[in-house]
């Protein structure tokens, strides 16, 4: 009972299937059509997404508890053409979720653009994933379509008044304000699916700083339904006294091994490109007396793929990392971790 229909677009936008019934296509066709795609000059994602928003135009009544329209955009997220900034696309799609058509990015390509994506997707509704294999395309796109393209909640806020502490780093939500305690704001949350009572899901990690004994730490929620109604909830956080290396759960310690890796990596490539950028030797951010540092980040709408290189001290320190990774994630017991592990190698020498 669906309707679907194709645009593609490179330095301009075309029509290839117009927004009709599945029950009145012929799938065989149109997936001939679309195995014949290919690559083909620059990338005008504003094109794209006005020819993608005329295909709604006899469709903006649907009833929204029935029916929910969706642009699912395809893209490196590395516009070269037409509008090449965020501005254009955040009014169209601000324009978009005002009349109920919502958006979906999925990032093709290991110099897929996050930094561009995360702007404009901040506007309601909007969500965005990265794939890497044809693999992981078929499954977002089938096993996990309806998670994909179904809100729960909108304008979601996760706040922490921890007074006698000082945030220094929110880990796994981009629009965190360590200022405000403001933890995360969600403009639209999507499930997540559940297999074997287990649920594979984004982890928000708060690196916290201890400055007095006073106060209780208090942790708020507050969120919109998909039909209006605000809601809001609170609950006391409970910070008892124990050693530097306890974990209340293998998850909380995938998250803080993960957290390092990641910063580790972050430091070593802006210091990397600094040095290249201004012909210095390098001066690493890290350093064996004062460990990993939280990475000042760098901020370039069209990145490109540099050199792999890994100047010193950088090998002895991914070395060092690499043995406590793997005694870390022995304890965790995820072999998912096994691919941290071999880039850790690899770039140990």
Known sequence: EDRFGLVIFSDDAFLVDPL???????LDRLKSHILKIQETYGTNMEAGMEEGTALF???LQADKSEYENRIIFLTDAMPNMGETGDLGL??????NADQGIYTTFIGIGVDFNTELVESITKIKGANYYSVHSA???????DDEFDFMVTPLVFDLRLKLDAPGYEIEKVYGSPEADQATGELMRVNTLFPSKAEEGQVKGGVILV??????????MILKVSYQDRNGVQDSDEAEVDMAETTVDFYQNSGIRKAVLLS???????????DERTAAEKGWKIVPSVTLANGIVIPVELGEWERQS???????PYPQLFGSFQDYFQVEAQAIGDSTLE?????????AG
């Open 90 to 95: 955040y009014r169209m799609l601000e324009d």
């Open 207 to 216: 690196k916290l700083k201890r400055l007095s004994n006073d106060g209780n």
């Open 20 to 26: 009709t019934s599945i029950a009145d296509k012929d």
């Open 57 to 59: 135009d006899r469709f």
């Open 306 to 312: 540099t050199l792999l290189v890994v100047s010193e």
């Open 339 to 347: 691919q941290e592990e071999t880039i850790l190698k690899k770039l």
């Open 260 to 270: 390092r890796y990641a910063d580790l990596l972050k430091n070593w490539m802006i």
């Open 135 to 141: 693999d992981e395309f078929q499954k977002r796109m």
